[in-house]
């Protein structure tokens, strides 16, 4: 797995692509408390994921307890959870990735003359609380039809909910697909879900053959106009993520 936002780290962690991915907090206030702790070498936004390297291994929940005819077991959960007031504490950055971070850092903040200063002290200047704003281009058809092409050659790139998904490309180039297929012991309760991203960035889900949102992914998608690096694979992630946790929320009814 990909994406983590901590500098280096998919890099280190390259051999290990099997750990487990967070998403930031939703509540402002939760996501400055992330944002304040976690070195930042480009800004952070909503879409960026924290690998589970950064925590304490307590703050992870990874099994379900339940108890049958009075026995307390354990079983696996397909994705892992945070405790609700886990934070990214662990970081582990050498000087020279350190003195890195401070040098892009200060590239970004709106006072380039300051100078190096400790990278907890440059982070006062953002404001993290504030998601990256979608840029407010229009793209062109053929500036469009380049990013779909970025991602239908780097679809592997986008790293999916957990292993019941699947990625389809169409050979025409007009869409990609990801699936979520799961055969469960109870054929009533057989779920998929379906995003469909067409060439044009428009995109669709449905929940079975139930249609959930429709939606335009030019802006979401297009280069920031500031010149940041963003990654359209969280971006797609995070759509994914959501319709996992869709998936979560009808199974606990
Ligand atoms: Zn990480």
């Known amino acids: 797995m990909r994406n983590c936002f901590v500098y280096k780290c998919d890099w280190k962690h390259r051999h290990n692509p099997k750990r487990a991915m967070f998403v930031l907090p939703k509540d402002p206030e939760k996501f400055k408390l992330w944002s304040d702790v ?7 936004t909503h879409s960026d994921r924290v690998c589970e390297k950064h925590f304490d291994p307590a703050d992870i ?51 380039p003359e300051r100078k190096v ?30 990013i779909f092409e970025d991602i239908y050659e780097n679809i592997f790139e986008i790293e999916l909910p957990s292993t019941v998904w699947g990625v389809h490309r169409d050979p025409e180039r007009q869409y990609i697909a ?27 889900a449905w929940y079975d053959s139930q249609s959930l949102f429709e939606d335009d992914l030019r802006s ?15 971006v797609i992630s995070s759509m994914l993520d959501s319709l996992e946790q869709l998936l979560d929320e009808s199974q606990t009814k």
């Open 38 to 44: 976690l070195p930042k070498h480009r800004r952070l």
């Open 61 to 111: 929940v990874r099994d379900w307890l339940h108890v049958i005819q009075g026995e307390t077991k354990k079983l696996q959960r397909s994705k892992p959870y945070l405790r609700r007031d886990a934070v990214p504490r662990h970081f582990d950055l050498s000087e020279a990735e350190l003195d890195a971070i401070a040098r892009k850092s200060k590239r970004m903040s709106v006072k």
């Open 117 to 146: 200063e400790p990278v907890e002290q440059n982070l006062q200047i953002e404001t993290p609380t504030e998601p990256n704003p979608p840029p407010q281009c229009e793209l062109n058809e053929s500036e469009a039809s380049a």
């Open 178 to 204: 990801f699936t979520r297929f799961q055969l469960l012991a109870n054929p009533e309760s057989r779920t998929s879900r379906t995003l469909l991203i067409k060439s044009t960035l428009k995109c669709c």
């Open 220 to 234: 979401k998608l297009a280069p920031l106009q500031n010149g940041e690096e963003h990654s359209r694979f969280n």
